[in-house]
């Protein structure tokens, strides 16, 4: 099932992708951030993501300190497109280190760039 416009105004989504380097990202769309077509495109996979990382991934740690490379929108742009680093991982997780089932999930939620590097990203709605 999709995300429908309406629902991205309406929903704090939480999202994930991966890096150039397989870091995880994490970015928190606020209700009314930009979100990339392969969240919107299956929102059973976004919500598995979101359960896995809040609630099974190291349960008793805040999200910033389970190794993620967290985001959060940024409306200075009045669009919600830039999304902007809220904290940087001391030991970052990768891609290769995730169960099969959640490799599965996450294998298409790709984006061009370096986290490490990138204190603000851009990201392309998808309507």
């Not at 309406?6 to 890096?19: G, N, R, S, Y």
Request: glycine letters at 4%; charged letters at 25%.
């Amino acid at each position: 099932m999709r995300f429908t416009e309406i629902e991205l105004q309406c929903e704090d989504i939480l999202w994930f992708a991966i890096d150039v380097n397989g870091h995880i990202m994490a970015f928190t769309s606020g209700g009314a951030g930009c979100v990339p077509e392969f969240v919107c495109s299956n929102k059973e996979n976004t919500y598995s993501l979101q359960d896995y990382f809040l609630d099974e991934y190291m349960p008793d740690l805040k999200l910033e300190e389970k190794g993620l490379f967290c985001y959060d929108v940024n409306y200075d742009d009045n669009y919600g497109n830039t999304y902007s680093k809220t904290s940087t991982p001391e030991s970052p997780i990768n891609f290769n280190d995730l169960p099969d089932k959640i490799k599965e999930l996450l294998k298409l939620n790709t984006l061009d760039l370096n986290a490490n590097t990138s204190d603000t990203i851009e990201v392309k709605h998808a309507y």
